[in-house]
């Protein structure tokens, strides 16, 4: 049986025992929250149980690296629209310890890449066109300074409103514990 097979037949059973009943809530978040952090598989149930976060507490958006690009990327479109469509009023940024986008080793990328069977060919093609696929895939040297930078960069954003927190945590993936290493009620990098 193949993986999708797999989720449709658990899909089948899920419905059929009313498993969804204890999951019914609303869309905007009851704790007013709205979560940047990174698609790591350790985080996917240990984040919300180490933050007592429910199904409809918090919005969360995921990347690799937790990272924000571009200020008018997609993360950030995410956050506005959970900030005033949704009434969120705190954003977490939450990275993590032994990330895999810390210090990513952007040829051993693009190798598999190619392994694959993406032409080189591709790659100068959009080079030319002034994408520069190696700033694209690259991580970040300091999980904690990529944090920091993210939290600056979304307090200093013209579409975000002064009077939303924003806070840098990060987390051991192991153990769940966080670490606040910006503190939005302050204003303080600590
Ligand atoms: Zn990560």
């Given at each position: 049986?193949?993986?999708?097979?797999?989720?449709?037949?658990?899909?089948?059973?899920?419905?059929?025992?009313?498993?969804?009943?204890v999951?019914?809530?609303?869309?905007?978040?009851?704790?007013?929250?709205?979560?940047?952090?990174?698609?790591?598989?350790?985080?996917?149930?240990?984040?919300?149980?180490?933050?007592?976060?429910?199904?409809?507490?918090?919005?969360?958006?995921?990347?690799?690296?937790?990272?924000?690009?571009?200020?008018?990327?997609?993360?950030?479109?995410?956050?506005?629209?959970?900030?005033?469509?949704?009434?969120?009023?705190e954003?977490?940024?939450?990275?993590?310890?032994?990330?895999?986008?810390?210090?990513?080793?952007?040829d051993?990328?693009?190798?598999?890449?190619?392994?694959?069977?993406?032409?080189?060919?591709?790659?100068?093609?959009?080079?030319?066109?002034?994408?520069?696929?190696?700033?694209?895939l690259?991580?970040?040297?300091?999980?904690?300074?990529?944090?920091?930078?993210?939290?600056?960069?979304?307090?200093?954003?013209?579409?975000?409103?002064?009077?939303?927190?924003?806070h840098?945590?990060?987390?051991?993936?192991?153990?769940?514990?966080?670490?606040?290493?910006?503190?939005?009620?302050?204003?303080?990098?600590?």
């Amino acid at each position: 049986m193949n993986k999708l097979q797999e989720i449709l037949n658990h899909n089948q059973s899920f419905l059929e025992n009313k498993g969804y009943d204890v999951y019914k809530t609303s869309k905007d978040p009851n704790k007013k929250l709205v979560i940047l952090t990174c698609m790591d598989t350790r985080l996917t149930e240990l984040l919300p149980k180490a933050l007592n976060l429910k199904n409809g507490d918090a919005k969360f958006i995921k990347n690799a690296g937790a990272i924000i690009m571009d200020p008018f990327g997609s993360a950030v479109r995410s956050i506005v629209v959970a900030i005033y469509e949704f009434k969120a009023d705190e954003v977490l940024v939450i990275g993590h310890h032994g990330c895999g986008m810390s210090n990513l080793d952007v040829d051993k990328t693009l190798e598999q890449a190619m392994a694959r069977g993406i032409s080189p060919d591709v790659i100068n093609t959009l080079c030319n066109a002034g994408i520069n696929i190696r700033k694209w895939l690259q991580g970040f040297n300091s999980v904690e300074e990529s944090i920091k930078e993210t939290v600056e960069l979304l307090k200093n954003h013209p579409f975000i409103s002064k009077d939303v927190s924003i806070h840098g945590l990060i987390m051991d993936p192991e153990t769940g514990k966080i670490d606040v290493l910006v503190n939005g009620y302050e204003d303080t990098t600590l």
